[in-house]
């Protein structure tokens, strides 16, 4: 596949090079284009060797061969990495002032994809919040950073993702993940070497996290998960291609790349996204663990700790139950849709995990649940997991366990099975 990488002016540009390796060590040939800045990173001549083509950015070089439009012309995939908040800004706004912007001009149907990198201030600034949306809106693919550390002593959301993870995006992007000799394979062989993407097309919003309820300014009433389990399965379901939008309550792990981010705080706004989300989506997993409560007043100012008062009480009202709800708004809408709940279940004198598990199916009405037994120190924040799917359809419960990575691809295998009795292909 023919690549024009685009280079930022940012440090993380040195972290590009690991990324152009990838794409050459696959077989792409990749055209790099380095804005000005980027090139007081990272030279050149290190572009040219990596490469193996001329390195410009200039429009005034290689006139006779009308580079500035050729570039954007020839290009089946673009990826900018490290997007800078300066060129996300000359992107949005369609200027055309050094190669990098021509060529992004020129790129007609071409995917775009966008990795960007810069301090945290500059990421939440609202002027590159709304290039964020405008690239976005126009059908670019701009990923989230990630957080951590930053340049300096400052960390937050803003590096620029691992070379692995902008690459492997990009490919799923271009709908390339077959290596690119396939293309001249027979038929039967490419097909053979290629993933299975069985959510091509196929739209699936995954909520993730766990809400935080506010009791005042300062303090919330929240709770344990880690949203590595709904992280899994929205990178399970970017890779089987689908449009992936991550509805993210509080997390300890950052989201994946490639996938559209709508952050939620309380169960109120997660429910809020979760039905805006649902007009459009083939697929929902409620993987978020949602509190079924929430403080009935919440204190505009500090609750205060006074000798000369009683200790406050916390009075809880009820939280709408989001799943149950978006399958309601489903038969009502008589939308083809497959919907997937999680239950963390304990068993007791009465009755086993799947017992409690079976009448949570009945109840919530969704098409698969995924059950997690909880017992100490289980399921939150662990790296592993261990679940028994059960199906409304009453075809066989089945066990998965291992990584949240393994799980995650068994859950969306089975999505993919339950998919074609859901929503028979047209
Ligand atoms: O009833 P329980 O909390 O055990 O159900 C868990 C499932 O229901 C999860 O899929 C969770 O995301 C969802 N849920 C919800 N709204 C709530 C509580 C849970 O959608 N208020």
């Known amino acids: 596949m023919r690549i024009v990488l685009g280079v930022g002016g940012g440090i993380a540009a040195y972290k590009v090079a690991s990324l152009l390796r990838l794409f050459t060590e696959a077989g792409h040939d990749v055209t790099v284009i380095p804005t000005e800045a980027a090139t007081r990173f990272v030279g050149v001549a290190t572009w040219e060797a990596l490469s193996g083509h001329p390195v410009s950015n200039s429009v005034f ?18 990826v900018v990495a490290p997007a800078t908040a300066d060129l996300l800004a000359r992107a949005a706004a369609g200027q055309a002032n050094d190669l990098l912007s021509n060529t992004l001009l020129m790129a007609g149907s071409c995917p775009v994809l966008m990795a960007p990198a810069m ?5 939440q600034h609202p002027a590159t919040r709304a290039n964020v949306e405008t690239l976005r809106s126009r059908g670019v693919t701009v990923l989230e950073p990630a957080s951590g550390r930053l340049t300096g002593s400052d960390s937050g959301p803003g590096r620029l993702p691992e070379p692995e993870a902008i690459f492997d995006a990009a490919l799923a992007l271009a709908g390339a993940l077959a290596l690119p000799e396939t293309a001249a394979m027979p038929a039967s062989e490419a097909e053979l070497s290629a993933p299975p993407r069985p959510l091509a097309g196929l739209t699936v919003t995954i909520s993730a996290g766990g809400t935080r309820e506010p009791l005042d300014p300062v303090r919330f009433l929240g709770n344990r998960s880690s949203g590595k389990q709904g992280v899994a399965l929205a990178a399970a379901a970017r890779d089987a291609g689908a449009k992936v939008r991550l509805l993210a309550a509080h997390m300890d792990v950052p989201p994946p790349a490639g996938v559209d981010v709508v952050k939620v705080e309380t169960a109120l706004e997660l429910r809020k996204a979760a039905l805006h989300a649902a007009a459009d989506s083939d697929v929902i997993i409620m993987a978020a663990a949602v509190a079924d409560f929430r403080p009935a007043d919440v204190s505009g100012t500090k609750i205060k700790k006074r000798d000369d008062l009683a200790d406050p009480v ?3 009202v009820r939280n709408p139950d989001i799943l149950r709800e978006l399958v309601e708004v489903r038969d009502a809408a008589s939308r083809k849709q497959l919907i997937v709940g999680f239950a963390a279940e304990t068993g007791d004198a009465d009755g086993d995990v799947l017992d409690y598990a079976a009448a949570k199916l009945r109840r919530k009405a969704c098409d698969l649940l995924v059950v997690n037994h909880v017992g100490q120190d289980k399921v939150f924040g662990e790296d592993t997991n261990s679940v028994v799917i059960l199906s409304r359809s009453g075809s066989e419960a089945q066990e998965a366990s291992g990584s949240k990575s393994d799980v995650a691809a068994a859950v969306i295998d089975r999505v993919s099975a339950e998919l074609s009795r859901v929503v028979p292909p047209a």
């Open 61 to 78: 070089d290689e006139v006779h061969t009308v580079n500035h439009v050729r570039l954007g012309h020839e290009a089946e995939l673009i």
């Open 119 to 123: 301090h945290t201030e500059m990421w």
């Open 314 to 316: 916390i009075s809880l």
